[in-house]
């Protein structure tokens, strides 16, 4: 089955604690993107990538760090956690813009 | 800047047509999209239109006019399952950039 597939689902962590969210797609898809949604903000881009060893700092990259070592794979690391980045994390790839991205489905986060 | 503008909230009745709409603001501008997201779920992928005028998709149909910066979603024949929000997003050329509205949660009532 095509999917992207994200873990861990849920995550409950303390402040300053580093910990990575991994991101897997089997659809050989070249472009990928993490996005956190938020209420009242919704989806906003953290970083994406156009192939492997190539990323790019979407509209809020502040806190996270992303590697592209493999096509398939693409991790969000939070190197400090803090507060303020308690969400819910989307990791999605795409075949190209217009075939739409296909979603995760999504890591809910908690740093206390 | 970049900014997208949707209505938050909608209600509409089973089997009506409704229609949601989006505008946008951006200096670079290649694509629109409509994605669906019920509640605790991911988004899924409806409609992408770079070109101006209609597209249809079954019950759904997706506008767009670049000149004006403006889209809508049209839903018809509204079913029960229909009820979810209702993400507008554009893409701001090439490199997959994708920024997302707020949304707009659609209620279908009986």
């Known amino acids: 089955e095509a999917q992207v597939t994200q873990n861990p689902r849920y995550l409950i962590t303390v402040t300053g604690k580093k910990l990575t969210v991994t991101c897997s797609q089997n659809?050989?898809?070249?472009?990928m993107s993490w996005y956190r949604q938020d209420p009242g903000l919704g989806l906003r881009q953290i970083y994406y990538s156009m192939n492997v060893e190539v990323t790019d700092k979407g509209d809020v990259p502040e806190g996270y760090k992303v590697s592209r070592k493999e096509k398939r794979n693409f991790p969000l690391i939070l190197e400090s956690p803090s507060p303020n980045q308690t969400s819910l994390y989307f990791c999605a790839s795409s075949l190209s813009l217009g075939y739409g991205y296909t979603f995760g489905s999504g890591t809910r986060l908690t740093v206390v | 800047g970049q900014n997208i503008d949707q209505p938050t909230e909608m209600t509409a009745t089973e089997g009506a047509i409704v229609q949601i709409n989006c505008t946008y603001q951006t200096s670079g501008f290649n694509g629109l999209f409509w994605y669906q997201q019920h509640a605790g779920e991911a988004p899924t992928f409806l409609s992408y239109n770079v070109l101006d005028g209609l597209e249809e998709k079954g019950r759904f149909s997706s506008f767009l006019s670049r000149s004006k910066g403006y889209s809508y979603l049209l839903l018809k024949e509204l079913q029960m399952k229909d009820s979810a929000s209702y993400l507008c997003?554009?893409?701001?050329?090439?490199?997959?950039?994708?920024?997302f509205g707020t949304g707009t949660k659609l209620q279908v009532i009986p």
């Open positions: 659809m050989n898809h070249e472009y």
């Open positions: 997003a554009f893409d701001s050329g090439g490199y997959q950039k994708v920024t």
